[in-house]
């Protein structure tokens, strides 16, 4: 629902609201565990705020004391995911004022390049807010390059950060342009309905 999000200036920090780790539901599948949990690609991409220089910021709340101290050593601040996540105008408030969302992906999404995205990245594109995040096959179907930018190793991910602070206004055009034509409530919903034959 475009009109529910309202993009506007630049925000301080790349921010995402997540779980540090999902325990649980990994699945073996010959030979390999894929798992079901964030934090493998977080630690994977830990030196990515201090190697982009961009500040960065989680509404997340790892439980584990070691973890936190680790994530504040490489330059993530970490917030309260609760109240940003109980309220739909929190949450709205939160997405609005980021600067762009910088996340990962799950383990399992990943390897086998399943095609995942995520549908709170789709409220960072609508509020106008540029999207870095880790590459699951999406960028087959979805445009990627500008407004939204995918990324497999760290390097890429830095490269993608600065590539966006650089020029802020044009990724946050892109991404509000990526939301209107790709995930508008009216192109989905329609897409459904045809595909379905009840339309």
Known sequence: ?????????????????????????????????????????????????????????????????????????????????????????????????????????????????SGWFSDRSVCFLAAGRPVVTQETGFSEIIPSGEGLVAFSTPDEAVTAVRAVAADWPRHAAAARRIAEEHFAAGIVLGAMLDAAGLR
């Open 1 to 113: 629902m475009l009109d529910l999000w309202r993009p506007g200036p630049e925000g301080r920090a790349f921010s995402s609201i997540a779980t540090w780790e999902n325990k649980g539901k990994n699945v073996a599948f010959r030979g390999e565990t894929y798992y079901w949990s964030k934090h493998v690609n977080f630690l994977a991409m830990i030196d990515v705020p201090r190697a982009s220089g961009e500040p960065f910021e989680l509404a997340m709340d790892p439980s584990d004391e070691r973890v936190r101290a680790e994530l504040g050593a490489h330059g993530w601040s970490l917030v309260d995911p609760r109240p940003i996540s109980a309220d739909v105008d929190a949450y709205r408030a939160y997405v609005e004022r980021s600067r762009g969302e910088f996340t990962v992906a799950k383990d399992i999404y990943v390897r086998p390049r």
